[in-house]
């Protein structure tokens, strides 16, 4: 017996609620944040040579 299932796959991609660029930000600073903010998954830190 053979069973065919049809799938169907979407993607929801969200927009950051309210993006923002600080520059000259030390490493330190942004480790010190990242512990702050881990009880809180929902907010999102990317860092790039003194860019946050």
Request: aromatic share 8%.
């Given at each position: 017996?053979?069973?065919?299932?049809?799938?169907?796959?979407?993607?929801?991609?969200?927009?950051?609620?309210?993006?923002?660029?600080?520059?000259?930000?030390?490493?330190?600073?942004y480790q010190?944040?990242?512990?702050?903010?881990?009880?809180?998954?929902?907010?999102?830190?990317?860092?790039?040579?003194?860019?946050l």
């Amino acid at each position: 017996m053979i069973y065919l299932t049809e799938i169907t796959i979407t993607k929801t991609l969200l927009k950051p609620e309210n993006p923002s660029l600080l520059i000259g930000i030390r490493w330190e600073t942004y480790q010190a944040l990242l512990l702050d903010l881990a009880e809180n998954p929902s907010k999102k830190l990317t860092y790039d040579q003194g860019s946050l």
